[in-house]
C-alpha cells in the first residue's frame, strides 16, 4: 500500500499484550492511525523469564527499540538439556540471524513494561473488555461492556488464546488441555545453590518433568519454572508445596531444595493449554495474530517470539500488498506454515500417545479438558 493509504488507515488492535504491543508499534512507524483496547484496568504480565531469540532482537532493531529491550534483559549464548542428575544431552548455541546471535533472556513482566513504553501516550485504552465483533467487509466495529463502540478499516485480534476475536468470527473451538501443569517463581541468585553461573538457560528434564533455570543476571535474579505431568485440567489449579516435591523426586537435590524453600504465594500455577491450528485467520477487514491464531504450548520457547514475528510481518504484507485484503492473505500465507510446524514440534513428546515413549510410566491417568 502506498504511504498516503496507510496515513489515512484506522487499526483497531485488541488485546495490550506482547503481540498487541509489537503491532501497535510496527503499524504506528507506518504512519498509520492505531489505537490498542486492553480489557484489564491495569497490566501486569504474570509469570517469570523467557527467551527473545535473535530474529525477534532484529525486530526490535528495525523498529529502533533494542536498545530498550537489551536494557533489561541479558545475552546469552546457548542453552542446555540435562538429565535428572545434571549429565548433559545437548548443548547448543541459539540458532543465529544475521549478526545477532544472542537470545535476551528477560522478565515476562520488564518486557511487556518496555513494549508498552515505547508506544505513544494515549494510544493503549484500558478497561475496554470486547463483547462483539462486527465483520463488515470493507472495515469492522468493535462493541465493548463499558457501552463503547469502535469503528476501523482493519481489526487485529491479539487477544490470547481465548480470543473473543476467534471464536466470534473463526473458531468457536476451547483451548486444548496438555495434560501438564506449569510452576513459575522468581528467585534471587543467592536462592539459586550455585546452579547458575553464567547467562545460558538449562533445562533438566526425565520422571515426567521439566525444570527451567534462566538467568535474569539484569535483576540478579533466576527464573525457576517447573513443568510436570498432571491430569488436572483446572486453569489455575490448587496445589501444596508437596505436590511440587513430588514432581522433582529424584532430581538434583539442589533443584529439589531450590523447590522446598519456595514461597508457594509467590510460585505462578497454570495448567498448560494451546489450540489446534486455526483453519483461517484473517476476513477482508479482520485477522488474529499471536496466541489468538496459534497458541502454542512453550516447550520450545516461541509463543512471544511468534507473536513478535507475526507483528512484523503483518507490517511487511501492508507495506508490500495494495489493499489490506491482500496483506491479510499474504500475511497468513507467510506465517501461517511456520506457526502451525512450531504448533506441532511444541506438542512432540507431550501428546497422549508420545507421554509413555518420552517420560516412560509416567503418563497422567486422565487428560481431560476443562474450560
Given at each position: 500500500?502506498?504511504?498516503?493509504?496507510?496515513?489515512?488507515?484506522?487499526?483497531?488492535?485488541?488485546?495490550?499484550?506482547?503481540?498487541?504491543?509489537?503491532?501497535?508499534?510496527?503499524?504506528?512507524?507506518?504512519?498509520?492511525?492505531?489505537?490498542?483496547?486492553?480489557?484489564?484496568?491495569?497490566?501486569?504480565?504474570?509469570?517469570?523469564?523467557?527467551?527473545?531469540?535473535?530474529?525477534?532482537?532484529?525486530?526490535?532493531?528495525?523498529?529502533?527499540?533494542?536498545?530498550?529491550?537489551?536494557?533489561?534483559?541479558?545475552?546469552?549464548?546457548?542453552?542446555?538439556?540435562?538429565?535428572?542428575?545434571?549429565?548433559?544431552?545437548?548443548?547448543?548455541?541459539?540458532?543465529?540471524?544475521?549478526?545477532?546471535?544472542?537470545?535476551?533472556?528477560?522478565?515476562?513482566?520488564?518486557?511487556i513494561d518496555a513494549l508498552l513504553g515505547v508506544l505513544p501516550e494515549g494510544m493503549v485504552h484500558l478497561g475496554h473488555k470486547l463483547e462483539t465483533v462486527q465483520d463488515k467487509g470493507d472495515g469492522a466495529v468493535l462493541t465493548f461492556a463499558n457501552g463503547k463502540t469502535v469503528e476501523a478499516d482493519l481489526v487485529i485480534g491479539a487477544d490470547g488464546i481465548k480470543s473473543v476475536v476467534r471464536k466470534e468470527l473463526f473458531s468457536d473451538k476451547d483451548p486444548v488441555f496438555s495434560g501438564e501443569h506449569a510452576y513459575r517463581a522468581v528467585i534471587s541468585m543467592d536462592d539459586a545453590h550455585g546452579m547458575v553461573v553464567d547467562d545460558n538457560l538449562r533445562m533438566y528434564i526425565g520422571r515426567g518433568t521439566k525444570i527451567y533455570l534462566l538467568p535474569l543476571?539484569?535483576?540478579?535474579?533466576?527464573?525457576?519454572?517447573?513443568?510436570?505431568?498432571?491430569?488436572?485440567?483446572?486453569?489455575?489449579?490448587?496445589?501444596?508445596?508437596?505436590?511440587?516435591?513430588?514432581?522433582?523426586?529424584?532430581?538434583?537435590?539442589?533443584?529439589?531444595?531450590?523447590?522446598?524453600?519456595?514461597?508457594?504465594?509467590?510460585?505462578?500455577?497454570?495448567?498448560?493449554?494451546?489450540?489446534?491450528?486455526?483453519?483461517?485467520?484473517?476476513?477482508?477487514?479482520?485477522?488474529?495474530?499471536?496466541?489468538?491464531?496459534?497458541?502454542?504450548?512453550?516447550?520450545?520457547?516461541?509463543?512471544?517470539?511468534?507473536?513478535?514475528?507475526?507483528?512484523?510481518?503483518?507490517?511487511?504484507?501492508?507495506?508490500?500488498?495494495?489493499?489490506?485484503?491482500?496483506?491479510?492473505?499474504?500475511?497468513?500465507?507467510?506465517?501461517?506454515?511456520?506457526?502451525?510446524?512450531?504448533?506441532?514440534?511444541?506438542?512432540?513428546?507431550?501428546?497422549?500417545?508420545?507421554?509413555?515413549?518420552?517420560?516412560?510410566?509416567?503418563?497422567?491417568?486422565?487428560?481431560?479438558?476443562?474450560?
Open positions: 500500500m502506498q504511504p498516503s493509504d496507510l496515513k489515512n488507515l484506522k487499526i483497531a488492535v485488541v488485546g495490550a499484550g506482547y503481540g498487541g504491543a509489537a503491532a501497535a508499534k510496527a503499524l504506528s512507524l507506518l504512519g498509520a492511525d492505531v489505537n490498542v483496547y486492553e480489557q484489564a484496568n491495569q497490566i501486569r504480565e504474570a509469570g517469570a523469564g523467557i527467551g527473545l531469540r535473535p530474529s525477534t532482537m532484529n525486530r526490535f532493531r528495525e523498529w529502533g527499540i533494542f536498545d530498550a529491550i537489551a536494557k533489561v534483559s541479558s545475552p546469552s549464548d546457548r542453552f542446555e538439556i540435562l538429565t535428572p542428575s545434571g549429565d548433559p544431552i545437548v548443548q547448543e548455541a541459539w540458532p543465529a540471524a544475521g549478526d545477532q546471535v544472542h537470545t535476551h533472556l528477560i522478565h515476562r513482566g520488564d518486557f543476571r539484569h535483576r540478579g535474579q533466576v527464573s525457576f519454572d517447573i513443568t510436570a505431568l498432571c491430569p488436572d485440567g483446572t486453569w489455575a489449579p490448587q496445589v501444596t508445596k508437596n505436590d511440587l516435591l513430588a514432581t522433582v523426586e529424584g532430581f538434583d537435590e539442589r533443584l529439589v531444595n531450590i523447590t522446598r524453600h519456595l514461597d508457594l504465594t509467590t510460585v505462578n500455577i497454570r495448567a498448560v493449554y494451546d489450540i489446534d491450528p486455526v483453519d483461517t485467520w484473517h476476513s477482508d477487514s479482520v485477522v488474529l495474530m499471536g496466541d489468538a491464531a496459534h497458541s502454542m504450548l512453550h516447550h520450545q520457547g516461541q509463543g512471544a517470539n511468534s507473536a513478535i514475528e507475526d507483528a512484523g510481518a503483518l507490517a511487511d504484507a501492508l507495506k508490500q500488498a495494495d489493499s489490506v485484503k491482500e496483506a491479510l492473505a499474504l500475511f497468513q500465507t507467510t506465517r501461517k506454515p511456520v506457526t502451525d510446524e512450531l504448533q506441532r514440534i511444541s506438542r512432540q513428546g507431550w501428546s497422549e500417545g508420545e507421554i509413555d515413549e518420552v517420560f516412560p510410566g509416567q503418563k497422567p491417568a486422565a487428560l481431560g479438558s476443562e474450560k
